[in-house]
């Protein structure tokens, strides 16, 4: 029973580049949310899921786009990085909004 | 705009001692959830407690306690007998709707040994 990981945990981009991030969960949780983590800020929505096939925007949606494919994973993709984007994202699940998020352990990405 | 505060961006205590974060959120709802979580220097975000606001009495998790005053819209995080292990960012969270919490800034604490 892994909970819910997040790959890759570090990354480097340059400005334009593309990349994703996968998070996976193992608890058959129906619930799934991407947040970024900027320093003195709390945690902010960028997009989330309620269900396989669906997501949302959250509060910062903007650069970002995201797929749930399969229930147990939540995709994050940057299209064009900007340096805007250099924070620390992570990935959570539940099983509703009014129980515990369980979160992976970040990702640290870096955009020059 | 719904609204949530955490007043103290880092709190100091002495191990042993006993320590109160606070937190207060704007909400029109009457029923919803409270939470509060730890992320220690490992960057791990773990749930430390749960209230429901329809319950009247105050959550409890061994040390940790909260203190629910629902009219003043007021959350605080109670640590008593602080341990080295404390160390952490706590943030406290509410749902925004029936899909979002909204989290707070956060609070450093520092445990002094």
């Known amino acids: 029973n892994a909970g819910v990981t997040q790959t890759p945990k570090f990354r480097v981009l340059k400005t334009g580049q593309s990349m994703t991030l996968l998070c996976a969960q193992d608890?058959?949780?129906?619930?799934m949310y991407w947040y970024r983590q900027d320093p003195g800020m709390g945690l902010r929505l960028i997009h989330y899921s309620v269900g396989e096939g669906t997501t949302a925007k959250g509060e910062v949606p903007d650069g970002y786009n995201v797929s749930r494919l399969k229930k147990q994973n939540f995709l994050l993709g940057l299209e064009s990085a900007a340096p805007s984007q250099t924070s620390v994202y992570f990935c959570?699940?539940?099983?509703?909004?009014?129980?515990?998020?369980?979160f992976g352990p970040g990702t640290r990405l870096t955009v020059l | 705009a719904q609204t949530v505060t955490q007043s103290q961006p880092e709190m100091s205590v002495q191990e042993a001692e006993t320590v109160t974060l606070s937190c207060t959120y704007d909400?029109?709802?009457?029923?919803?959830?409270l939470f509060w979580y730890k992320q220690p220097p490992s960057r791990q975000m773990i749930l430390v407690i749960r209230?429901?606001?329809?319950k009247q009495q105050n959550a409890t998790e061994n040390r940790f306690s909260v203190n629910f005053q629902k009219a003043a819209k007021s959350f605080s995080l109670k640590i008593s007998d602080s341990q080295l292990g404390d160390a952490a960012m706590y943030f406290c969270?509410?749902?925004?709707?029936?899909?979002?919490?909204?989290w707070g800034a956060g609070t450093k604490l520092i445990i002094k040994p």
């Open positions: 909400t029109s709802e009457s029923d919803y959830y």
């Open positions: 959570a699940s539940s099983y509703s909004l009014y129980n515990e998020q369980f």
């Open positions: 969270a509410y749902p925004l709707n029936n899909y979002q919490l909204i």
């Open positions: 209230q429901e606001a329809y």
């Open positions: 608890m058959n949780h129906e619930y």
